[in-house]
Nanobody, 111 residues
Framework: QVQLVESGGGLVQPGGSLRLSCAASGGIFKLGTMAWYRQAPGKQREWVATITPGDTTNYADSVKGRFTISRDNAKNTLYLQMVSLKPEDTAVYYC?????WGQGTQVTVSS
């Protein structure tokens, strides 16, 4: 059983930055692809970024160049560094691994 706990969300002004964290327990952290998704109010959950065990990364076009996904295998933690945030980045951000989801962390971008 994999457990995922996100943190780091909050309120930030447009152009600001945040770093999300996802602490994982259960299973072997370094194995398996991990990902970030987000869900804005009234919209479907959408994929944001993926990182493989070999640290290959992929990003949705909407965040490419602004978001960076990374993992620290020693700390069993997944990160999402977000810069140049826009109001349309406002959403609940979820961590995913092997079919498991975290509870989400709210990111609000507003002046």
């Amino acid at each position: 059983q994999v457990q995922l706990v996100e943190s780091g969300g909050g309120l930030v002004q447009p152009g600001g930055s945040l770093r999300l964290s996802c602490a994982a327990s259960g299973g072997i952290f370094k194995l398996g692809t991990m990902a970030w998704y987000r869900q804005a109010p009234g919209k479907q959950r959408e994929w944001v970024a993926t990182i493989t065990p070999g640290d290959t990364t992929n990003y949705a076009d909407s965040v490419k160049g602004r978001f960076t996904i990374s993992r620290d295998n020693a700390k069993n933690t997944l990160y999402l560094q977000m810069v140049s945030l826009k109001p349309e980045d406002t959403a609940v951000y979820y961590c995913w691994k092997m079919g498991y989801w975290g509870q989400g962390t709210q990111v609000t971008v507003s002046s």
